[in-house]
């Protein structure tokens, strides 16, 4: 134990007696380290957030589609000769799926303006048509007012439900309810406003929304869409049940034979999940191929300083050797230095990716959580590069012979 204490000390006292080389020496490996774990604290936010902004799916919810859903190329020509998915679908499904509980359908348009006669929103607002199941299905709120029941989906009333962001636009310090705004040159009451639930990924604002019943939405935006199918099973045990249940059903109305795709996509708030986890592992996997190279670099800086190293005090070895220093601790002391100043560096990198991570939330509003793992896998790469690249030099420092050492100048 005496042993080691006296090599960590020797190696932190060449460190401190040589900075700037040392620090120079370094940079690999603190640029690989700082992108591991800005790179991995970046991700892993991602990852909480989708688990937490997904939630709203719930636990025995899943949404049908003719659109798939999820990150990556897809042919989008293919998906377009799909058949639409109607409300005749969602009758079906709540009719003859014993395990569902209840279906809702919803469309929606993006990119419009909402207006009243004294105010107007940007051209950002997501209108949405829903059925009225559509408020439990999609795990949301009406913080005032009530949302529309089915009176107003059959009369097709024109009246509409909007998100907090419409509301501090075009009602600033006013109650919305009962009155009027126009949406596509038509005018709406307002009955009900919904509860804050935030942004999407930080990006998309899930309060900059319009709800309306889907028949009126339908004869505003045209009868010729599909639509999304939310659909909640009787309980989480029985969703795999409602899902098998669905897709015969929707197979089997869209004439699909044993053999055939579904033309259809399923998705739960796992699905999602999963295929985001599978962006996340793509770009972890670039993050450390940009590490590794970083630590190489950084490990020839060490072999390269304590080739140096070893050169510069060649007669200090020959003294210790001559003192009775065997090979195993002349090899122990310059491994120990290599190792040292490679764990100087990665704690130096740790701080940065910390830095780096703490800007990224502060200045740019991204979701950023460094995970434990990482800070440790990126001091043990550290560390590890630091005795790969430094056993050479001091092998070669144990191997000195102590009378031709003290000849050095």
């Known amino acids: 134990m005496s042993g080691f204490l006296d090599n960590m000390r020797l190696a932190l006292g060449t460190f401190v007696a040589n900075p700037l080389r040392s620090?120079?020496?370094?940079?690999?490996?603190?640029?690989?380290?700082?992108?591991?774990?800005?790179?991995?604290?970046?991700?892993?936010?991602?990852?909480?957030?989708?688990?937490?902004?997904?939630?709203?799916?719930?636990?025995?919810?899943?949404?049908?589609s003719k659109w798939p859903s999820g990150f990556g190329?897809?042919?989008?020509?293919?998906?377009?000769?799909?058949?639409?998915?109607?409300?005749?679908?969602?009758?079906?499904?709540?009719?003859?799926?014993?395990?569902?509980?209840?279906?809702?359908?919803?469309?929606?348009?993006?990119?419009?303006?909402?207006?009243?006669?004294?105010?107007?929103?940007?051209?950002?607002?997501?209108?949405?048509?829903?059925t009225p199941t559509y408020e439990e299905t999609a795990g949301i709120t009406v913080a005032q007012g009530r949302f529309f029941g089915e009176v107003d989906e059959v009369e097709g009333r024109a009246v509409v439900v909007l998100g907090l962001d419409v509301v501090d636009v075009l009602f600033p310090g006013q109650d919305p309810l009962g009155k009027e705004v126009r949406i596509r040159g038509r005018p709406y009451r307002v009955i009900g406003v919904l509860q804050k639930r935030g942004s999407f990924l930080g990006m998309v604002s899930l309060d900059n929304m319009a709800l309306m019943p889907l028949r009126s939405f339908l004869s505003v935006y045209g009868m010729q869409r599909s639509l999304d199918i939310s659909v909640q099973a009787t309980s989480p045990e029985l969703l795999e049940k409602a899902q098998a249940e669905t897709r015969t059903l929707l197979r089997a109305r869209h004439k699909l034979k044993p053999g055939d795709a579904d033309d259809f996509d399923m998705t739960t708030n796992e699905s999602m999940t999963k295929s985001f986890n599978q962006l996340?592992?793509?770009?972890?996997?670039?993050?450390?191929?940009?590490?590794?190279?970083?630590?190489?670099?950084?490990?020839?800086?060490?072999?390269?300083?304590?080739?140096?190293?070893?050169?510069?005090?060649?007669?200090?070895?020959?003294?210790?050797?001559?003192?009775?220093?065997?090979?195993?601790?002349?090899l122990a002391q310059f491994a120990t230095e290599a190792v040292v100043l490679a764990l100087v560096g990665g704690a130096i990198g740790v701080g940065m990716g910390y830095g780096l991570a703490f800007l990224g939330r502060w200045m740019l509003g991204f979701h950023t959580v460094v995970p434990l793992w990482a800070v440790a896998l990126s001091l043990v790469m550290s560390s590890g590069v630091g005795l790969v690249f430094g056993i050479y030099p001091a092998a070669r420092a144990a191997r000195l012979d102590p009378v031709e050492a003290m000849r050095a100048d």
């Open 73 to 130: 190329r897809y042919n989008w020509r293919k998906y377009a000769m799909r058949p639409d998915l109607t409300v005749e679908d969602t009758e079906a499904i709540l009719e003859r799926s014993p395990s569902v509980l209840r279906v809702a359908a919803a469309d929606d348009e993006g990119g419009q303006k909402v207006s009243t006669a004294d105010a107007e929103t940007r051209p950002s607002v997501f209108v949405v048509g829903a």
């Open 280 to 330: 996340s592992q793509v770009i972890a996997v670039a993050s450390f191929g940009v590490c590794l190279l970083s630590l190489v670099v950084g490990g020839i800086g060490i072999l390269n300083i304590m080739l140096v190293s070893v050169t510069e005090r060649t007669r200090e070895i020959g003294v210790r050797k001559a003192l009775g220093a065997r090979r195993k601790r002349i």
């Open 23 to 64: 620090l120079l020496t370094l940079i690999g490996i603190v640029i690989g380290v700082a992108t591991v774990v800005s790179m991995m604290a970046l991700i892993e936010g991602l990852r909480l957030k989708v688990n937490h902004d997904l939630s709203f799916l719930g636990a025995n919810t899943f949404e049908v």
